[in-house]
């Protein structure tokens, strides 16, 4: 679906919090204990994050009593609540009877709670029992999830609508992200809503949603005390809603980019560059993109406020299809790893910045082993230079040392492919399994630019111990872990040895340069990945 420049503008839905920040939306924690002593505990914590109000998930607890407890709960919060009893037909766990359920979330508001949310399938029913005698400090959310998909913008429209029409105060919707894609339909439906919407999209790959609903004038957003123990699938924590993406700062005028790649959640990039960003005082926000198709993302994705993206495996070759114009070094690799949208025009920019990070290290590792200076010739010209892999980076690298000077030989898992790349460059080839036996010469370099031995497969190595003995310099495109399988046994072989780190540092550089128009605060990257 094409969305175009849809996602330009903010909907001005507003809300009653004290602004701090450049967005009304509101960070709300779901509380999810077994004991009312616990839910006090968690919501004391949640104050104490910077949350703006709490969901207390009442299908959570063990055994309740429920004047009592929602007592207990409204009186001991130092938040305003958000009351949620959600039944297992709507995802939740109460099993019990519907009216005993409804009679609670009635009970909820008239001892003071400041939302209650009502499942759309009984809210016309809920509505009509109270008799219009809703407390004026009670907001009900009326709620739709959808743990299948995300329906058409045309359905969701329709969807709103009818949630509209039971009464609603607060519209919320939660769909499941089946593509990236989907989430742009939700940013649609928010942008244009003349009623305050909470638009969220499950899984990993609606994470986008729950960052972007600050730009886009979403209701509230849910943000876990802890990693991993979420009410709904894909939400991030408080601490990393506030701090790694800068939420409260995030506002209609924000520029957005990414990582697109798949996998994607282990990488560091979102961390670095927000930290650069915050300290330069830029306006942009750097996300996780779990992209399964590159040209769909970039269609769908098409106003001027998706910026700029770092593109990684498997993506970065599909890559160079999808710009309008390619730099003419990417162009002989073959890969990007940096795209650029022009905001006069929306064309997109490809650009290879990861060989210039590599090359550089390795030419560092080997003058530090020599005690080379950094003027004359390069330390890799005569070298043969191995390099594993025949993706994007395997292409950035021996391009690089190609041009470096440096014979070059490809192993790849599957010969044919090491064979087309060592052709395109001029370079030989050999099949990964015939690389423990390759002993030419010694002193070679090894470069490693495949995912073996990347979290969670850290025990794994792509080469034997025994034929590191032959490299005076291993150099791995992985930097988690840090010290890979790979780099630990090439110490212990005696070479010297250069971690994805510093490649991953050199090439953000160049892109942090590319997306902000503003030099790259080289100390506060390193600082930041030393941490790491």
Same mark, same amino acid.
């Given at each position: 679906?094409?969305?175009? +420049? #849809?996602?330009?503008?903010? $909907? ?36 104490? $994050? ?9 299908? $959570? ?10 007592? &207990? ?54 509505? /009509? ?13 009326? $709620?739709?999830? +959808? ?23 607060? #519209? ?11 989430? &742009? ?15 969220? #999209? ?19 957003? !849910? ?7 979420? /009410? ?29 790649? %798949?996998? #994607?959640?282990?990488?560091? /990039? ?24 590159? &040209?769909? !993302? ?7 406020? !998706? ?16 710009? =309008? ?105 050999? /099949? ?24 969670? %497969? ?11 003995? +032959?490299?005076?310099?291993?150099? =791995? ?53 030393? %941490?790491?």
């Amino acid at each position: 679906m094409e969305t175009g +420049n #849809v996602l330009l503008a903010s $909907s001005g839905a507003s809300v009653g919090r004290v602004e701090t920040g450049k967005n009304p939306t509101l960070i709300c924690v779901p509380i999810m204990a077994e004991s009312v002593e616990k839910m006090v505990v968690d919501m004391n914590k949640a104050k104490a $994050s910077g949350a703006d109000l709490v969901e207390i998930r009442l299908d $959570s607890l063990n055994g309740f009593s429920p004047r009592e407890d929602l007592q &207990a709960l409204i009186t001991q919060s130092a938040l305003p609540t958000l009351f949620t009893y959600r039944p297992k037909w709507e995802g939740g766990q109460y099993d019990g009877d519907e009216n005993e359920r409804l009679d609670v979330l009635r009970l909820a508001m008239e001892l003071g709670a400041d939302y209650i949310d009502v499942e759309l399938q009984v809210a016309r029913e809920f509505h /009509s029992s109270i008799n219009g005698k809703k407390p004026e400090k009670c907001k009900v959310i009326v $709620s739709s999830h +959808n743990y299948q998909s995300t329906p058409s913008v045309e359905a969701l429209g329709n969807l709103v609508a009818k949630i509209q029409a039971t009464g609603a105060d607060i #519209v919320k919707i939660a769909t499941t992200a089946l593509d990236i894609t989907d989430v &742009a339909r939700i940013f649609q439906i928010t942008v244009h809503s003349q009623v305050p919407i909470i638009g969220l #999209v499950m899984g990993e790959r609606g994470l986008i949603s729950r960052v972007l609903c600050a730009k886009f004038g979403g209701f509230l957003t !849910f943000g876990t005390l802890e990693c991993g123990i979420v /009410s709904a699938p894909g939400q991030p924590t408080i601490n990393d809603l506030l701090n790694l993406y800068n939420f409260r700062q995030l506002g209609p005028d924000t520029k957005v980019f990414g990582i697109i790649g %798949k996998p #994607v959640g282990h990488s560091k /990039s979102p961390i670095l560059y927000n930290e650069a960003f915050k300290s330069v005082g830029f306006n942009g926000v750097y996300v996780h993109l779990l992209v399964d198709d590159v &040209a769909k !993302f970039l269609q769908t994705y098409s106003s001027c406020d !998706f910026t700029g993206f770092s593109c990684t495996i498997p993506h970065k070759e599909a890559a160079v299809k999808c710009c =309008d114009e390619v730099d003419p070094v990417a162009k002989s690799i073959g890969a990007v790893n940096c795209i650029i949208r022009r905001q006069s025009d929306g064309k997109l920019f490809g650009y290879n910045t990861d060989y210039v990070g590599a090359i550089s290290a390795i030419e560092d590792g080997l003058r530090g082993k020599h005690n080379i200076s950094s003027s004359g010739s390069s330390p890799l010209a005569g070298k043969l230079f191995v390099v594993i892999g025949a993706g994007g980076a395997g292409k950035a690298l021996a391009y690089g040392a190609k041009e470096k000077g440096a014979r070059v030989v490809i192993a790849n898992r599957t010969y044919d492919r090491a064979r087309e790349l060592a052709d395109t460059i001029g370079a030989d080839a050999l /099949s990964l399994s015939d690389l423990d036996d390759f002993r030419p010469k010694n002193g070679m370099i090894l470069a490693n630019t495949t995912s073996i031995g990347m979290q969670p %497969k850290v025990d794994e190595t792509p080469v034997s111990k025994n034929a590191l003995r +032959n490299y005076s310099l291993v150099f =791995d495109a992985i930097y988690t872990p840090k010290i890979t399988r790979l780099l630990r046994e090439a110490e212990e072989s005696g070479a010297t040895t250069v971690s994805g780190l510093e490649m991953f540092i050199g090439q953000a550089y160049e892109q942090f340069e590319r997306f902000t128009g503003l030099p790259a605060p080289k100390e506060l990257f390193r600082r930041t990945m030393s %941490k790491y």
